[in-house]
């Protein structure tokens, strides 16, 4: 264990005056979890250890704590850490080397076995240094895949990962777990590359977690089972189904897809008007992230303790997001103690949720659910008007997230205003090249692809940086309106993010979590942590682009 040597001062002691002031209450609402806690949250997501370590900076990234093996049960490191009284930051220390292992320590590196060194889709890249590139990106694989060590299974409760059963990749250094919405463009990369098992075992993965669970937490520590993230399992399933044609695959996922569909269908469905609907992130929590306990508690200083804890549930919402954080989610759009994640019904969450409505209607109708399918197809034709009476702004020709207690639309200029797009959840009427040129006049799209927002507000969702999702996402949008304005938008992007991205990895040799839209081949910045590489989701979408687009130019 290497600590970051910054001394105990008196921030920390605020921050530990502040959480005993700040008691937790339990909450009575219908919609809260009922997830009872696994024996090692006692360490990891909550108690006097997870504050005491939080609280006094040993370790810069507030994850590597949580992410820390115990060397013996549960109880015996608790028992351990209550012999000391008031403990210094040298004892603190001396009790991290005795009763905990490094980060990361309890997985192995994985070789995914269906791994080629040239995968078909090379062939078709005319440019021979894009080639080059997606050669050099599709070897990253061979970095990315993990597996738990076999005491994970056998002790589980020494650890606070989730031990899921099948080998996994993951996005990259600190994010050295499943992570669930990032396994989509994981997947769409896998399956460019041809590794349609790896891609299988991910969505296994996720799978056995709904079996546990009844949902898809954030990633595979205990700490994340009281969120999601946006719910991208039925895609996963669509798009290996594209590349597989295997309708027994979809008749054995297809039960848990219908779970999982019921899980946001009941703790964050908001019922509208004339039988409408729509849905929110509603998380209920009353206590910190453990990952991020440092962060949250510097959110609520000098607030009371009510007022606390509904920053606390806000914030736990907007991880679920995806988005942790953007001025979307702020009230005044300045800061996190601001924030109203739970208010507002998303265009993105909305979008993707219609996608899966009309999706599972067309898993059932293949398999011979003709009740089943007809059900989903109802919700969608539902959801599909909400958004429009709700989200949709014909004023801007875009759409703006809802909020339910001011019964007004938020009107900012944020990439997901474009999402409808991607998953066709727009209204038959839509002048497709108002969109366009709504978008373009936006001032999203910068010379390193499109921005997630207009605002530099230094939290990592906003401006100037650029995310690999987001631009898939509006890719796939573009081209849906199919005229010729769009297509060649989404082409421009599309070439805009692959060149980005190519300049980055010759200058720097790595990939990055997000890069810089103003700024072609360089990193972005902010949030609550360094700069990321690997990276899963970044290397999915430019190998999808280049396999869909296989023409670009990199000069």
Same mark, same amino acid.
Request: proline residues 5%; glycine residues 6%.
């Given at each position: 264990?290497?600590?970051?040597?910054?001394?105990?001062?008196?921030?920390?002691?605020?921050?530990?005056?502040?959480?005993?002031?700040?008691?937790?209450?339990?909450?009575?609402?219908?919609?809260?979890?009922?997830?009872?806690?696994?024996? *090692?949250?006692?360490?990891?997501?909550?108690?006097?250890?997870?504050?005491?370590?939080?609280?006094?900076?040993?370790?810069?990234?507030?994850?590597?704590?949580?992410?820390?093996?115990?060397?013996?049960?549960?109880?015996?490191?608790?028992?351990?850490?209550?012999?000391?009284?008031?403990?210094?930051?040298?004892?603190?220390?001396?009790?991290?080397?005795?009763?905990?292992?490094?980060?990361?320590?309890?997985?192995?590196?994985?070789?995914?076995?269906?791994?080629?060194?040239?995968? =078909?889709?090379?062939?078709?890249?005319?440019?021979?240094?894009?080639?080059?590139?997606?050669?050099?990106?599709?070897?990253?694989?061979?970095?990315?895949?993990?597996?738990?060590?076999?005491?994970?299974?056998?002790?589980?409760?020494?650890?606070?990962?989730?031990?899921?059963?099948? @080998?996994?990749?993951?996005?990259?250094?600190?994010?050295?777990?499943?992570?669930?919405?990032?396994?989509?463009?994981?997947?769409?990369?896998?399956?460019?590359?041809?590794?349609?098992?790896?891609?299988?075992?991910?969505?296994?993965?996720?799978?056995?977690?709904?079996?546990?669970?009844?949902?898809?937490?954030?990633?595979?520590?205990?700490?994340?089972?009281?969120?999601?993230?946006?719910?991208?399992?039925?895609?996963?399933?669509?798009?290996?189904?594209?590349?597989?044609?295997?309708?027994?695959?979809?008749?054995?996922?297809?039960?848990?897809?219908? !779970?999982?569909?019921?899980?946001? =269908?009941?703790?964050?469905?908001?019922?509208?008007?004339?039988?409408?609907?729509?849905?929110?992130?509603?998380?209920?929590?009353?206590?910190?992230?453990?990952?991020?306990?440092?962060?949250?508690?510097?959110?609520?200083?000098?607030?009371?303790?009510?007022?606390?804890?509904?920053?606390?549930?806000?914030?736990?919402?907007? &991880?679920?997001?995806?988005?942790?954080?953007?001025?979307?989610?702020?009230?005044?759009?300045?800061?996190?103690?601001?924030?109203?994640?739970?208010?507002?019904?998303?265009?993105?969450?909305?979008?993707?949720?219609?996608?899966?409505?009309?999706?599972?209607?067309?898993?059932?109708?293949?398999?011979?659910?003709?009740?089943?399918?007809?059900?989903?197809?109802?919700?969608?034709?539902? !959801?599909?008007?909400?958004?429009?009476?709700?989200?949709?702004?014909?004023?801007?020709? *875009?759409?703006?997230?809802?909020?339910?207690?001011?019964?007004?639309?938020?009107?900012?200029?944020? &990439?997901?205003?474009?999402?409808?797009?991607?998953?066709?959840?727009?209204?038959?009427?839509?002048?497709?090249?108002?969109?366009?040129?709504?978008?373009?006049?936006?001032?999203?799209?910068?010379?390193?692809?499109?921005?997630?927002?207009?605002?530099?507000?230094?939290?990592?969702?906003?401006?100037?940086?650029?995310?690999?999702?987001?631009?898939?996402?509006?890719?796939?949008?573009?081209?849906?309106?199919?005229?010729?304005?769009?297509?060649?938008?989404?082409?421009?992007?599309?070439?805009?993010?692959?060149?980005?991205?190519?300049?980055?990895?010759?200058?720097?040799?790595?990939?990055?979590?997000?890069?810089?839209?103003?700024?072609?081949?360089?990193?972005?910045?902010?949030?609550?942590?360094?700069?990321?590489?690997?990276?899963?989701?970044?290397?999915?979408?430019?190998?999808?682009?280049?396999?869909?687009? @296989?023409?670009?130019?990199?000069?």
């Amino acid at each position: 264990i290497k600590p970051s040597g910054r001394k105990s001062s008196t921030k920390t002691l605020v921050l530990l005056l502040q959480f005993f002031i700040i008691t937790a209450i339990t909450t009575s609402d219908p919609t809260m979890l009922n997830l009872q806690d696994p024996v *090692q949250c006692s360490v990891y997501c909550h108690g006097d250890i997870l504050q005491a370590i939080q609280s006094s900076l040993i370790f810069e990234d507030s994850k590597t704590f949580v992410d820390m093996p115990m060397k013996y049960n549960p109880q015996q490191v608790i028992n351990t850490f209550q012999t000391m009284h008031n403990p210094t930051h040298q004892q603190l220390e001396s009790f991290l080397n005795e009763c905990f292992d490094e980060a990361g320590s309890e997985m192995h590196t994985w070789r995914p076995t269906d791994w080629v060194p040239h995968p =078909k889709f090379l062939e078709n890249i005319t440019d021979e240094n894009y080639r080059e590139f997606a050669s050099e990106v599709h070897a990253i694989w061979l970095t990315l895949g993990r597996e738990w060590k076999q005491e994970v299974y056998q002790n589980p409760n020494r650890y606070s990962s989730i031990p899921i059963p099948k @080998p996994f990749i993951v996005p990259g250094e600190r994010f050295r777990e499943f992570y669930y919405w990032d396994s989509f463009w994981i997947i769409q990369g896998l399956l460019t590359s041809g590794m349609t098992e790896t891609a299988a075992n991910i969505i296994e993965n996720a799978i056995d977690l709904i079996q546990r669970y009844g949902f898809v937490p954030n990633g595979s520590r205990v700490y994340y089972i009281n969120r999601s993230q946006p719910p991208m399992l039925t895609a996963m399933v669509e798009e290996y189904f594209k590349h597989t044609r295997n309708v027994s695959f979809i008749t054995k996922t297809l039960p848990y897809l219908d !779970r999982e569909y019921m899980y946001w =269908k009941q703790h964050t469905r908001v019922e509208l008007d004339d039988d409408l609907f729509l849905n929110r992130y509603f998380i209920h929590v009353d206590y910190p992230r453990p990952e991020s306990w440092r962060e949250d508690m510097e959110s609520v200083e000098g607030l009371s303790k009510q007022q606390a804890i509904n920053i606390w549930s806000n914030l736990a919402s907007g &991880a679920e997001t995806g988005w942790d954080y953007s001025t979307r989610w702020f009230a005044n759009g300045s800061s996190r103690s601001d924030i109203i994640t739970n208010s507002l019904l998303p265009v993105d969450l909305n979008s993707i949720l219609y996608h899966v409505e009309a999706t599972l209607s067309y898993f059932h109708y293949i398999v011979g659910n003709t009740h089943q399918a007809e059900m989903y197809h109802a919700n969608s034709v539902k !959801r599909k008007a909400a958004i429009y009476r709700y989200l949709w702004n014909q004023e801007h020709y *875009q759409w703006f997230d809802y909020n339910i207690d001011t019964q007004t639309q938020r009107v900012g200029v944020y &990439a997901s205003n474009y999402f409808p797009l991607t998953s066709f959840a727009f209204h038959d009427q839509l002048i497709h090249d108002q969109v366009v040129l709504s978008f373009q006049n936006s001032g999203l799209f910068q010379a390193g692809g499109v921005s997630t927002s207009i605002y530099n507000s230094g939290e990592q969702w906003d401006d100037p940086n650029a995310w690999a999702p987001l631009q898939q996402f509006l890719v796939e949008g573009f081209m849906n309106l199919q005229t010729k304005d769009s297509v060649a938008l989404a082409l421009e992007i599309a070439q805009r993010w692959v060149h980005s991205n190519y300049l980055g990895f010759k200058k720097h040799g790595v990939m990055f979590e997000k890069y810089d839209a103003a700024n072609p081949g360089e990193h972005g910045g902010g949030g609550e942590y360094k700069i990321q590489t690997g990276f899963g989701w970044t290397n999915g979408v430019v190998l999808y682009f280049l396999n869909q687009f @296989p023409e670009l130019n990199s000069q």
